[in-house]
């Protein structure tokens, strides 16, 4: 434990560290919940932050105590939060640790989410875990002001000794899904609910804010799509959030209404109205991070597939090594389609009547990708 580093009096307590506003409950061993309120603002001046603290345990000591900040968005997006919470979660049934969260609701949140955790003295946090790319410049900040503390990043670097960092080649997996959907495009393809019209030359992606970590979703999708017909154009359309399904929903529709077929969404929460679109327009979604037609079985009837980003692994794997003395600080780890990171997964309902033909030639253009004969842009 890392006692010696804090700053403030262990009387201050989790939701008190840095007075955050927000609902905090906790679960005790029985499995009830109690839920209290509180709200201030802190040093920093941010407030509005929705913390939620959720003490798991497993009798004994915790092999470890672990924050969570979410990206925005929160739980509940069925895709990139959501994926790192089972990620906490697994950790917690398999090594026995305690996780608690906390789910800004702006960028300006994440500098004081990130200092709860590492201020805290009761309990002291041995890793906190920075889910997204925005998270950066807070991180850069509080890593730096908190030594001792350790943190782990997922979809950006910051270089550190105590910071350990997660990327993954979403490029690559973004490929495998565009490949998939250029294919199916390009042929009449039906199902129960919905259909292709058999000479389309467009897709469409929508994308949540327009950064270069969302670029290359866009990219590999764009480049998979060509890959499979030259003739295709991608639609793209950046909403600006990763939480409005209804933006998300007028982009996508306006694509199916120009002639898309298929649309993939790299857009969080925002991506829920893309498969609404879908349903409405008799068309086809896929999903992203995890496995949509799972997470959202609503619209398991229109998702062909997702590009599933196992967030959970990076948060798992950091945990364990936490727990085990093996904090990879300083160092980035990556996470691509060799080491399963990236995927191309079918959905439960549709992957069964995707025709084996067209799996088999996503199937070698991954291979091509793996062994280096396919080299995926990262920029649109």
Not at 14 to 38: M, N, Q, R, Y
Not at 272 to 295: C, H, P, R, T, Y
């Amino acid at each position: 434990m890392k006692g010696d580093r804090r700053t403030f009096l262990k009387s201050a307590g989790v939701a008190g560290t840095i007075a955050l506003a927000g609902c905090i409950s906790s679960t005790d061993d029985s499995g009830s919940t109690e839920t209290t309120t509180e709200g201030s603002t802190d040093e920093s001046g941010g407030d509005g932050t929705e913390t939620q603290t959720e003490q798991t345990t497993s009798g004994g000591e915790m092999a470890a105590n672990i924050g969570m900040v979410y990206a925005t968005g929160g739980l509940g997006d069925k895709s990139f939060n959501d994926m790192a919470q089972r990620g906490a979660q697994e950790a917690k049934d398999e090594l026995g640790i305690s996780f608690s969260q906390a789910q800004p609701e702006t960028n300006s949140d994440f500098k004081p989410a990130q200092r709860q955790f590492a201020q805290s003295t009761d309990p002291n946090y041995d890793l906190v875990c920075c889910i997204g790319f925005a998270q950066t410049d807070a991180l850069k900040e509080n890593a730096s002001r908190y030594s001792d503390q350790h943190f782990m990043l997922v979809d950006s670097v910051v270089e550190a000794d105590n910071v350990a960092n997660y990327v993954f080649k979403e490029h690559e997996g973004s490929f495998q899904v565009g490949h998939l959907a250029g294919l199916l495009t390009s042929q009449q393809f039906s199902t129960a609910k919905a259909e292709t019209s058999g000479d389309s030359t467009t897709l469409g992606f929508v994308g949540g804010v327009k950064a270069p970590l969302i670029e290359k979703f866009q990219a590999g999708f764009e480049a998979g799509a060509k890959y499979a017909n030259e003739d295709i154009d991608v639609q793209s359309s950046y909403v600006g959030s990763f939480n409005d399904p209804t933006a998300g929903k007028e982009a996508a529709a306006s694509m199916y209404d120009s002639g898309a077929d298929i649309v993939y969404h790299a857009s969080g929460a925002t991506g829920l109205g893309v498969f609404q679109a879908a349903k409405e327009k008799g068309k086809f979604a896929i999903g992203v991070d995890a496995d949509q037609s799972k997470s959202d079985p609503d619209f398991k009837e229109y998702i062909l597939a997702s590009m599933v980003k196992r967030v959970n692994t990076a948060v798992f794997e950091a945990i364990e090594s936490e727990v085990n003395g093996n904090f990879k600080g300083g160092n980035v780890v990556t996470l691509g389609l060799e080491r399963n990171g990236v995927e191309c997964v079918y959905g439960q309902t549709l992957g069964s009547e995707i025709p084996q033909s067209v799996k088999d030639k996503v199937s070698k253009s991954r291979e091509a990708i793996i062994n280096g004969e396919i080299s995926v842009p990262s920029k649109p």
